[in-house]
């Protein structure tokens, strides 16, 4: 007997039906199970879902919601992310890259590599992005020691450079109003 699955068309044997494995590709074959326990040979996800024993602690998210790789040890060769608990290598940390998805391996950073830019809020961003206008910190330190071409603004706060034009146009680009002060009335556009 066969299972006809429900968005591919595919057909499995019915005994994949409701076994903790996506055999269908699309879940469906996973659906409407009602299953009051998973065996001996399955994990139990804190979602109710059941996966196979090998795929805990494996860093994936087999479960859908980390449940499999929360209470995993990691070895001292790896980083454990906050949220999902998952095990990266540990020179993933402070790469300047959001390898754990919650951005856990990028604050406290003590120090990043030569290519990279420490922000005031210790993440390690690419070094490049520093004075490129966008706040890629979340903090703008990566932006308040920029100089501002002849062409540009420097607003007060978080250092961003804006368009010369900007300034005293009656919008509030800088986020700190430093743009529209020392303005008189009549050179405002707006």
Known sequence: ??????????????????????????????????ITGCSESQYTCNNGRCIFSRYECDGDNDCGDWSD????QCSAAQFKCENSGRCIPR?????????????????????C?????????????TGSYECDSDNDCGDWSDEKHCQC?????KCETNGRCIRA?????????????SDEQNCSSSSSTK
Not at 24 to 29: A, L, P, V
Not at 91 to 109: R, V
């Open 149 to 153: 071409s002849s062409s540009q603004f």
């Open 69 to 72: 790789e929360r209470h995993c």
């Open 1 to 34: 007997s066969q299972f006809n699955c429900e968005n591919s068309g595919r057909c499995i044997p019915t005994r994949y039906k409701c076994d903790g494995e996506d055999d269908c590709g699309d879940n469906s074959d996973e659906q409407n199970c009602s």
């Open 91 to 111: 020179d993933y940390k402070c790469d300047g890259d959001d390898d754990c998805g919650d951005n856990s391996d990028e604050p406290n950073c003590d120090s």
């Open 113 to 125: 590599t030569d290519s990279q830019f420490l922000c005031d809020n210790g993440i390690c961003i």
């Open 165 to 177: 034009s900007y300034e005293c146009d009656g919008d509030n680009d800088c986020g700190d109003n």
